[in-house]
C-alpha cells in the first residue's frame, strides 16, 4: 500500500469514532442501529464500497436506509455489481471492520484483507459508487460520513443519486454495470412504459369488463409514497390515491406501512370504515416490501390481508398461462423448444395453503432457508423464477439465456403471425421481465404488475382473495439457554438436533387436522422460534403452545438446571 494511501486511511478513520460497547453486524439488511451510533461504521462502509468496486471492478452500491424501522434507526448496505446484496464472503470482514477499535487496528485490517484478495490499492484503478438514502432525517449526514469514507481510498468516486428506494438504487447498479441509463427517470420510464404494453395487450373481453382502475396505497410516510406521487403521473389506465406520503406531518413506519400491516392485521393511519370494499396496498418505509388488503366492514379496524404468498400465487398464475399460450399446439414449425423450467420458490414461513394452491397449478415448489439471499439464488437456477415471503418482499427473474430465446420466438411470431395470440404472450412475458426490478423484490415494480394483471384478468381484489383460504398461524418465541444446540434440514423444515425433538414435534402435530408445525434458531437472539399452522385458530395456538412446551422441555431454562 502506497504511504499516500495509508496516511489517508489513517486520518480519515481517527475523524470517526466506533461506538463503545455495541457489536454491529452485518446481516441481510446491512447494518442496523440507532442512528445517533452510526457515523462511524458508515464511514467504513463507504471505504469497503470503495474496495469492493476495485475488486470486481465494477460500480457498486451504497443505501443508507434502516427500511421498515421506527425512524430514529438506520442502517447501511451494499449493493454488489449483480443489483443483488453484497457477496456473503465478504459480511465478516464487513463485521471486523465496523467493529475495530482503534485506527490502527481498523488500517492493519485493510491491509491484510486488501493482500488476500488481491485488490489494486495503488491509485491507478478507479472506483465508483453510487449513493443512495431514504427520507430519515440523520440520513443526510450518515450520507456524509460515507463519501469521506469513499474520498480516503485513491481514485475512488462517489455518485449521490439523492432520496431513492432502495429498489431504485439497486435497479440502478445493475443498469449501470449492464452499460444502461442508470438514473430515476429512465427507471421510471422503464417501468411506465412496460406497464403501458402490458395494458394494451389486456384482451378485448376483459377491457369491456369496467373493473374499478383505483388502488388507495399507504406509503408508510415514507421514499415510497413521495416516489408514487411521481410515478402515478405517467401512467394512463389506471388511478392511484397515495396516503402517508409523508408530506402531511406523519412520522415514517408509525402505525403505517407494509410490516405494520402485515404483522398486526389492521388498517393503517389514515384509513377508515369509509374505505369498505377498495383496493388498497401497503409499501413498506424504503418500498422494498407490499401487501394489499381489503377493509371488510365498517365497525373494526380488522382487514382482509393479501400477503407475499397470493402476490406470489397471483403471478405464478399469470405466468403459467402466458408460457401455456406461448407452447400451445400448432406452432411446431417455429423454433420450440420453449417449455420453460418455471420455478417458485417458498420459505417454511409460507401458508400451507398458498403451496397447495400453487401444487396444484402444476407448479414446481422449492422451499429454501429463510431469507431474502437462498430465495434469490434458488430463483435464479429457473428459467423464470418466481419468489416471495409472506412480508412482501419478492420478485422474478428471467434468465438471460431464456429471455434470448423469447426475443427471438417473438420475432418469428411477428413475421410468421403477427398479432397471434401466442405473439401477445410472448410480448407480456418480455413486458414483464422489463416492468418487474430483477435485481431485488421492488414495491412499485410489484404494484404495477399486480394492477395489470388484476386488470388483464377482470378481477376483484375480493375474486383475487379467493384464489385459496390461509391456513391459521401462530408463531411463538421460546427463550433458550442456548439456541445454537438446534441445528434444522430440509429448508428449516427438521430440526436434527437435540436429539427425539423432531420425534415429539411429529407425534403432537399428527393430533391436528392439516397440522404443520417446525422450530428454527433465531439468528440474532438466544430464542427458538415455534410456526404452527391448523385448520383452525384455536389449534393453531394450541400445536404452537405445545410445541413451545416441548422446546422449552429440551432446551429451556429449567432443562440445564437438571
Known amino acids: 500500500m502506497k504511504e499516500e494511501q495509508r496516511l489517508l486511511l489513517l486520518h480519515s478513520s481517527s475523524l470517526f469514532s466506533p461506538p463503545q460497547g455495541v457489536k454491529l453486524s452485518y446481516g441481510t ?78 488500517l492493519s485490517l485493510i491491509t491484510e484483507f486488501v493482500e488476500k484478495e488481491k485488490i489494486p490499492l495503488d491509485g491507478v484503478q478507479s472506483a465508483e459508487i453510487l449513493l443512495g438514502r431514504d427520507t430519515r432525517p440523520s440520513g443526510e449526514s450518515l450520507l456524509e460520513a460515507a463519501k469521506q469514507g469513499i474520498s480516503s481510498i485513491l481514485g475512488a468516486i462517489a455518485l449521490d443519486l439523492g432520496i431513492l428506494t432502495t429498489p431504485q438504487l439497486h435497479w440502478m447498479v445493475r443498469a449501470r454495470n449492464k452499460g444502461m441509463k442508470a438514473t430515476e427517470p429512465a427507471y421510471f420510464e422503464q417501468i411506465s412504459n412496460s406497464f403501458r404494453c402490458l395494458v394494451d395487450l389486456i384482451p378485448n373481453e376483459t377491457k369491456s369488463s369496467k373493473m374499478d382502475n383505483t388502488v388507495v396505497v399507504d ?79 365498517n365497525s373494526s379496524r380488522k382487514i382482509d390481508l393479501i400477503d407475499g404468498d397470493k402476490i406470489l400465487s397471483l403471478f405464478a398464475l399469470f405466468i403459467k398461462e402466458q408460457l401455456s399460450i406461448l407452447t400451445k399446439k400448432g406452432t411446431e414449425n417455429l423454433n420450440n423448444n420453449s417449455h420453460a423450467r418455471l420455478g417458485v420458490i417458498q420459505t417454511a414461513y409460507a401458508n400451507g395453503a398458498s ?97 395489470v394483471v388484476l386488470q388483464h384478468k377482470g378481477w376483484s381484489i375480493h375474486k383475487w382473495n379467493e384464489l385459496y383460504q390461509d391456513l391459521p398461524s401462530r408463531q411463538l418465541k421460546v427463550k433458550v439457554v442456548d439456541r445454537t444446540a438446534v441445528a434444522t434440514t430440509n429448508a428449516e423444515t427438521v430440526a436434527i438436533s437435540p436429539p427425539g425433538i423432531q420425534e415429539a414435534i411429529d407425534a403432537e402435530t399428527a393430533k391436528y387436522p392439516r397440522g404443520r408445525c417446525f422450530i428454527r434458531p433465531s439468528g440474532t437472539e438466544d430464542v427458538i422460534r415455534v410456526y404452527a399452522e391448523a385448520s383452525t385458530q384455536e389449534a393453531a395456538d394450541s400445536l404452537a403452545g405445545s410445541v413451545a412446551k416441548i422446546v422449552d422441555r429440551f432446551l429451556g431454562f429449567s432443562s440445564s438446571q437438571r
Open 355 to 451: 403451496t397447495d394452491y400453487l401444487k396444484q397449478l402444476g407448479l414446481e415448489v422449492i422451499f429454501t432457508p429463510t431469507g431474502v439471499k437462498h430465495l434469490h439464488e434458488k430463483a435464479a437456477q429457473f428459467d423464470i423464477g418466481i419468489y416471495f415471503e409472506a412480508n412482501g418482499h419478492g420478485t422474478i427473474l428471467f434468465s438471460k439465456s431464456w429471455l434470448s430465446w423469447l426475443e427471438a420466438r417473438n420475432n418469428e411470431l411477428g413475421f410468421a403471425s403477427e398479432g397471434s395470440e401466442q405473439q401477445k404472450a410472448a410480448l407480456r412475458l418480455l413486458s414483464v421481465s422489463k416492468l418487474i426490478n430483477q435485481a431485488v423484490g421492488d414495491a412499485l415494480s410489484c404494484l404495477l404488475l399486480v394492477e
Open 219 to 297: 406509503g408508510a410516510d415514507g421514499v415510497g409514497g413521495e416516489k408514487l406521487e411521481v410515478l402515478k403521473t405517467m401512467l394512463t389506465s389506471l388511478v392511484i390515491e397515495v396516503r402517508n406520503t409523508g408530506k402531511g406531518g406523519g412520522i415514517l413506519n408509525d402505525g403505517v406501512g407494509a410490516d405494520y400491516v402485515q404483522k398486526e392485521k389492521v388498517v393503517p393511519r389514515g384509513f377508515c370504515s369509509n374505505d369498505v370494499g377498495l383496493r388498497c396496498a401497503s409499501l413498506d418505509g424504503d418500498a422494498d416490501r407490499l401487501v394489499y388488503f381489503s377493509v371488510p366492514t
Open 29 to 106: 439488511a446491512g447494518f442496523r442501529a440507532d442512528a445517533s451510533i452510526l457515523k462511524s461504521t458508515v464511514h467504513r462502509v463507504g471505504i469497503l464500497a470503495a474496495l469492493r468496486s476495485l475488486k470486481t471492478q465494477s460500480a457498486v452500491g451504497l443505501m443508507i436506509t434502516a427500511s421498515h424501522n421506527k425512524v430514529t434507526d438506520n442502517g447501511v448496505k451494499i449493493v454488489d455489481p449483480s443489483g443483488g446484496m453484497l457477496t456473503q464472503e465478504w459480511e465478516p470482514f464487513a463485521d471486523q471492520l465496523a467493529n475495530a477499535q482503534t485506527p490502527e487496528a481498523f
